[in-house]
T-cell receptor, first 112, second 117 residues
């Protein structure tokens, strides 16, 4: 079945550094969504990408959808302590409408 | 507060007991999702409603799990004969259709944490 994989699983970042987390799907996606979950919280929507090669920016966050629509990335510049949390990507299932497949997430820890 | 609400926030039960959780979505959202999340994992899809119709149910879900959404408003998730492996955070999310019925962002509730002893 369809799989959504994220790497790395864990990212330890020094405050002020940049980092990138990656999301890969075993099948082509119609769109991809990114969520952030703070420790003890629930997932909060960040962005949705729909077009092949699409790039969207939210302040220090840059999201990209691959040309083949099978992968995506989230790049954070000048990491801050407020970036702490787990970042998930999610894509709609290709074999059943309405079902969303989430990756296992990248847990980000920021050291001041 | 006009966000997604879930009740109860915490539930401790003994193995073999039945439990029921409730989710109240954002009022104008006709799509409602149930997910299960365990430590270190992403939300795992359980089931999906569009209005009152349950359109999809995970094949991973055993027959002990059932969900309803009467009148297309709130939803309940029942787990019968709970097992220790059912211990997890149960998340509800709602959304409204995007353009041409496509997907839109999901708004998650705070979740119900289930502990089965």
């Amino acid at each position: 079945g369809q799989q959504v994989m994220q790497i790395p699983q864990y990212q330890h970042v020094q405050e002020g550094e940049d980092f990138t987390t990656y999301c890969n799907s075993s099948t082509t996606l119609s769109n991809i969504q990114w969520y952030k979950q703070r420790p003890g919280g629930h997932p909060v929507f960040l962005i949705q990408l729909v077009k092949s090669g699409e790039v969207k920016k939210q302040k220090r966050l840059t999201f990209q959808f691959g040309e083949a629509k099978k992968n995506s990335s989230l790049h954070i510049t000048a990491t801050q302590t407020t970036d702490v949390g787990t970042y998930f990507c999610a894509g709609p299932s290709t074999d059943s409408w309405g079902k969303f497949q989430f990756g296992a997430g990248t847990q980000v820890v920021v050291t001041p | 507060d006009t966000g997604v609400s879930q009740d109860p926030r915490h539930k401790i039960t003994k193995r073999g007991q039945n439990v029921t959780f409730r989710c109240d979505p954002i009022s104008e959202h006709n799509r409602l999702y149930w997910y299960r999340q365990t430590l270190g994992q992403g939300p795992e899809f359980l089931t999906y409603f569009q209005n009152e119709a349950q359109l999809e149910k995970s094949r991973l879900l055993s027959d002990r799990f059932s969900a309803e959404r009467p009148k297309g408003s709130f939803s309940t998730l029942e787990i019968q004969r709970t097992e220790q492996g059912d211990s997890a955070m149960y998340l509800c999310a709602s959304s409204f259709p995007g353009l041409a019925g496509d997907y839109n962002e999901q708004f998650f509730g705070p979740g119900t944490r289930l502990t089965v002893l």
